[in-house]
């Protein structure tokens, strides 16, 4: 499978985006050196989009290279970007933390000291897509069947959605730090779109996280294909 999907790239050097669902797709089958290479090329396409440089700094910490991981994180939070990428500085600062408080013996020197801090949570799911000019929705609903989404931004159980991001994209993030034991669905709604490439899918990318921030850290993630704009799709569900 992996030897299939890597003759994507033969096919259009030059296409940030179907480089960046490679190595998606490289990720969720851990061939994540693999993974690194293409996400490498995406940021050498792609460099004024905090996104590439994001991509590559997971992709670094999925293959072990957490000190490269951090200080490629930290460029998506120390430079300035277009206003379209609101809120990716915040939910890279959280990556930035999650990896400097599972591994030891990390180098942060180069970090504002007033950025570093433990926030473990019991519950985080991150979306982002690869196609720009795109408005997709990530909605969490908990065992309470109360949904999280950009008009319920704070539930009853303490669960918290990031700014809806409208165009670029995203990533959009949920996060609860104290989970009660039940199943959350997970579903996402495709908005509506501005892009010159409007009549291709979008590809998404759903990150599931149990105890982010701790040792008892557990993750599953999946890709899904969205064809049509006012699509709402159910991406999974997990059980706490």
Request: aromatic share 10%.
């Amino acid at each position: 499978a992996i030897l299939v999907v890597s003759n994507l790239a033969e096919l259009s050097l030059e296409d940030a985006q179907l480089l960046r669902v490679l190595a998606y797709k490289l990720s969720a089958y851990k061939a994540y050196p693999e993974a690194v290479a293409i996400s490498r090329k995406v940021v050498a396409i792609r460099e004024e989009e905090p996104q590439s440089y994001r991509d590559l700094g997971l992709a670094l910490a999925q293959a072990g290279e957490y000190q490269q991981a951090i200080e490629t994180l930290y460029k998506v939070v120390e430079r300035p970007w277009d206003q379209r990428f609101r809120d990716v500085q915040l939910i890279a600062m959280n990556e930035i933390n999650n990896i400097v408080n599972t591994q030891k013996g990390l180098r942060t020197s180069f970090i504002d000291k007033r950025l570093l801090k433990k926030e473990p949570v019991d519950v985080r799911v991150v979306l982002s897509w690869d196609t720009d000019s795109c408005d997709m929705d990530l909605w969490v609903t908990d065992p309470k069947d109360e949904k999280c989404y950009y008009q319920n931004t704070l539930t009853y159980l303490g669960g918290k959605i990031s700014r809806d991001v409208t165009q670029g994209y995203g990533p959009e993030e949920f996060m609860l730090k104290k989970a009660e034991k039940g199943k959350y669905k997970v579903q996402v709604d495709y908005f509506g779109t501005r892009s010159q490439k409007q009549l291709m899918p979008v590809n998404l990318r759903i990150t599931f996280y149990t105890h982010y921030g701790t040792s008892q850290q557990k993750q599953q993630e999946t890709t899904v294909r969205l064809s049509n704009a006012k699509e709402v799709i159910e991406v999974g569900s997990f059980e706490f």
